[in-house]
C-alpha cells in the first residue's frame, strides 16, 4: 500500500477509537471523483437507481429517506469502481490489523440525495441483522459550497458534528453507536454508502 494512504489511514482509525467516528478527506484525487461520477451518470441514466427503503424489507417512506439507491457488486464494477471497492478493503485490512473488529465483509451503494431530499436522524442498524460495525460514507460531490445544505449532522454524546458533504471526503463511525440525520440540499447530493460487516 502507498504509504501516504496508509498513513491517512492511521490517522482515521486513531478518530473512529478515540470518538466513535472519523473523517478523512481526499480519499480520492479529483480525477477519481470525476470519473465515479461519469459512472454514477451512466447507471443513473440507465434507470439502474431505485427509491431506496428503511427496513430489511425496503419500505420506501419519503418523509423519513428520500434517496434512490444502486447496490454496488464487485463482479459487475468498471474499473474505476473496482479500484474504489479495493481502496476500501485495504482500509479494511488495515481496520482490522489495527482493531479487533474481526470485519469480514462489505456492502456499499451509490446513493443520489435529489434536490430537497433528506435522511431523518437514525442509527444504521437493522432489527434482525447485527452484522454492520462500521458505516462509511465517500462523497462524491464536486465544488460543494456550504450554502448548498446537505450536511451529515453526527449526534454525539456532548455535541452534534456537521459534516459537509465535499468530493473525496470519507466518513467512518460506529454503525449501532452513532445516530446521524442527512439535511436537506438545494443541489443534488451523491455518494457511495457502505458498511464493513464481521459477518457474511
Ligand atoms: O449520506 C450521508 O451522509 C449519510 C447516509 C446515511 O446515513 C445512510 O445511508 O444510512
Ligand atoms: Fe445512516
Redesign the pocket.
Known amino acids: 500500500m502507498e504509504e501516504t494512504l496508509a498513513f491517512s489511514f492511521e490517522s482515521i482509525i486513531s478518530q473512529i477509537i478515540e470518538h466513535g467516528y472519523g473523517i478523512l478527506d481526499n480519499f480520492l484525487t479529483e480525477e477519481e471523483i470525476t470519473e465515479l461520477n461519469e459512472s454514477f451518470l451512466a447507471h443513473y441514466q440507465a434507470q439502474e437507481f431505485r427509491q431506496a427503503g428503511i427496513s430489511k424489507e425496503h419500505e420506501v417512506v419519503k418523509n423519513i429517506r428520500g ?1 434512490e439507491i444502486l447496490w454496488l457488486e464487485k463482479e459487475q464494477a468498471n474499473a474505476i469502481e473496482i479500484k474504489f471497492l479495493e481502496r476500501l478493503e485495504a482500509f479494511m485490512s488495515y481496520v482490522n490489523y489495527t482493531c479487533f473488529l474481526g470485519l469480514r465483509s462489505y456492502e456499499i451503494h451509490y ?1 443520489s440525495y435529489p434536490v430537497g431530499t433528506f ?1 431523518k436522524r ?1 442509527l ?1 442498524k437493522f432489527r434482525n441483522d447485527s452484522g454492520r460495525k462500521l ?1 462509511f ?1 465517500c462523497y462524491l460531490n464536486q465544488n460543494w459550497q456550504a450554502d448548498n445544505g446537505g450536511e ?1 449532522v453526527l449526534y454525539l454524546p456532548d455535541k452534534e458534528e456537521i459534516v459537509l ?1 465535499i468530493g473525496g471526503r470519507l ?1 467512518v463511525f460506529e454503525s449501532d453507536k452513532i445516530e ?1 440525520e ?1 439535511l436537506p440540499a438545494n443541489r443534488e447530493r451523491r ?1 457511495l ?1 457502505g458498511w464493513l460487516r464481521n459477518i457474511d
Do not use: R
Request: glycine share 0%.
Open positions: 434517496d446513493a435522511y437514525h444504521d458505516s460514507i451529515l458533504p466518513v446521524h442527512v455518494s454508502t
